[in-house]
């Protein structure tokens, strides 16, 4: 018989022939990673999960995405302010009644197309309490300048409104309306809405306060009595201040409200009282 080649005995238990496979072993996930059909994940799958929750997490091209502009860089009611103060300033020589309707008629339109498109809160949104806190604000801080300067009031709002040659219950009905109707609706949705919502409360204050000397001292005859002209300032920033407090606080029907009311009791009631 030829010489066969010798068998190698049997090897020892944790020793592996050549090329000889592993037993498979399963291969599970993270806890709680499991596919769409609940079966465990094969390990090809585990890695392309593990790099697509790695760029969820930080995505390297997110620095370059476009990010919305703020809406007030879109439509700034600074420069519809800007407009209407050089408008003012220039329309000075004309008559009151002309200019003030001119101006009044522009900042309604331009307050109009800010609430239309959307740029001022809703007056829908508006509680009763906060109605009330509204004329509440105004009345308490009207009423006690009417009952101490009456008689200075009704002076103030005569070289206010006043135009030379009308009868007086002609001005007296006119002035009314535009205190407790027009001047409130238009400045209440231009400053407090339009402007208030995109810039700070006491910027608003300032610029409404520059507003109201711009508008009402070239009629009033101030020269020489700068006193009054330094006493009508203050005046009109406090009451600007807390007009845009009102709208801050109880939204921007309230302080419309407020200006109806304190407007109504400084520049319409004196002229029937005193």
């Known amino acids: 018989m030829s010489d ?7 090897q020892s238990e944790g020793d592996t022939r050549p090329m000889q496979p592993l037993d498979r072993q399963k291969v599970t996930s993270a ?27 930080a995505d390297p091209f997110e620095q370059y995405a476009e990010r919305p ?28 009644l002309v ?10 339109m ?16 508006a509680s009763l309490d906060d109605l009330i806190w509204g004329m509440a604000f105004g009345f308490l801080s009207s009423f006690p ?42 400045e209440s ?7 208030q919502t995109v810039r700070s409360l006491p910027l608003t204050t300032l ?16 020269a020489g009595r700068e006193t009054i002209g330094a006493i009508m300032l203050i005046v009109f920033s406090l009451l600007n201040f807390m007009y845009s407090y009102v709208r801050f606080r109880n939204g921007l029907a309230a302080a419309w409200l407020s200006q109806v009311v304190s407007y109504t009791l400084l520049w319409f009631f004196p002229r029937l009282l005193f």
Do not use: N
């Open 31 to 57: 806890p709680g990673r499991k596919g769409a059909t609940g079966r465990l994940r094969s390990p090809i799958s585990e890695v392309v999960m593990r790099g697509e929750d790695a760029g969820d997490a």
């Open 207 to 222: 610029l409404a306060t520059f507003w109201s000397a711009v508008l009402f001292f070239p009629h009033m005859e101030l």
């Open 110 to 125: 331009l307050g109009a197309v800010a609430y239309l498109l959307g740029g001022v809160k809703s007056i829908r949104e």
């Open 145 to 186: 300048f009417l009952l101490v300067f009456g008689s200075a009031l009704a002076t103030v709002t005569e070289r206010m409104f006043d135009v030379a040659d009308t009868p007086a219950i002609v001005m007296d009905t006119w002035v009314f309306m535009a205190v407790a109707f027009v001047i409130p609706l238009s």
């Open 4 to 10: 066969l080649p010798d068998i190698p005995p049997e």
């Open 69 to 96: 502009r703020a809406a007030h860089r879109e439509a700034d009611p600074i420069v519809a302010y800007l407009l209407i103060v050089s408008l003012a300033i220039g329309l000075a020589p004309l008559e009151a």
């Open 189 to 195: 949705l231009f400053f407090r809405g339009g402007l």
């Open 99 to 108: 200019r003030f309707s001119i101006l009044w008629t522009l900042m309604s």
